[in-house]
């Protein structure tokens, strides 16, 4: 009954250092996602794998990395984190072959990320 | 860019009390979803609309999606105090971009 699972919950950096954040999802899923929200501006798409072995750039894609390990996870790097990167980040996954396909986005809890 | 605004950012009413949620674009979407978060957990999908001038109900909870599918209705009848939460409409972009895009959201708080 996990769903899509986030680690870790809540990390706080110093500008520049680096981590990951780690997502897994244990429905079979082919498209995985991060996003970021932050006040008032709603979910804003960081990148997406549309199928294991393929990764895109959404609308913030800046200072970010990704790797869609296997099926299940799909994780997101900070190489050097910047104040403008404090937010709440997301992992969703769908069972659609891509965002187009208008399918439901299934989320993690988030992990709160705070950058000194 | 695809913008999606949505009205009001707040809303706080008593129990009891109806209320609307507008979704509104200058652009066109292929379809519309409306997702409900709340405090410390990840969005969850309520509706998804798709045909222009559609009406879903859930409930207490009436969908609509714009003639032009360009905005998007949440309107809630007799709130209660579970439906407290902050509400996102997304759009999935047609065309080129075929992207999901996020609305700025709604947070609802409804007082017994």
């Known amino acids: 009954n996990a769903g899509v699972t986030q680690t870790p919950k809540f990390q706080v950096l110093k500008t520049g250092q680096s981590m990951t954040l780690q997502c897994a999802q244990d429905m079979n899923h082919n498209s995985m996602y991060w996003y970021r929200q932050d006040p008032g501006m709603g979910l804003r798409l960081i990148y997406y794998s549309a199928s294991e072995g393929t990764t895109d750039k959404g609308e913030v894609p800046n200072g970010y990395n990704v790797s869609r390990l296997n099926k299940r996870e799909f994780s997101l790097r900070l190489e050097s984190a910047a104040p403008s990167q404090t937010s709440v980040y997301f992992c969703?996954?769908?069972?659609?072959?891509?965002?187009?396909?208008?399918?439901?986005?299934?989320f993690g809890e988030g992990s709160r990320l705070t950058v000194l | 860019t695809q913008l999606l605004e949505q009205s009001p950012q707040f809303l706080s009413i008593q129990e009891g009390e109806n209320l609307t949620v507008y979704c509104n674009s200058s652009s066109v979407f292929s379809s519309l979803q409306w997702y409900r978060q709340e405090p410390g957990e990840g969005p969850v999908l309520l509706v998804t609309?798709?045909?222009?001038?559609e009406v879903k109900k859930l409930k207490r909870l009436t969908f609509q999606f714009g003639d032009a599918r360009k905005d998007s209705s949440l309107h809630i009848t007799a709130a209660q105090p579970g439906d407290t939460g902050l509400y996102l409409c997304a759009g999935v972009v047609p065309y080129n971009t075929d992207k999901l895009i996020f609305g700025t959201g709604t947070r609802l708080q409804v007082f017994p």
């Open positions: 609309v798709v045909t222009g001038g």
């Open positions: 969703a996954s769908s069972e659609e072959g891509g965002q187009f396909r208008a399918g439901e986005l299934f």
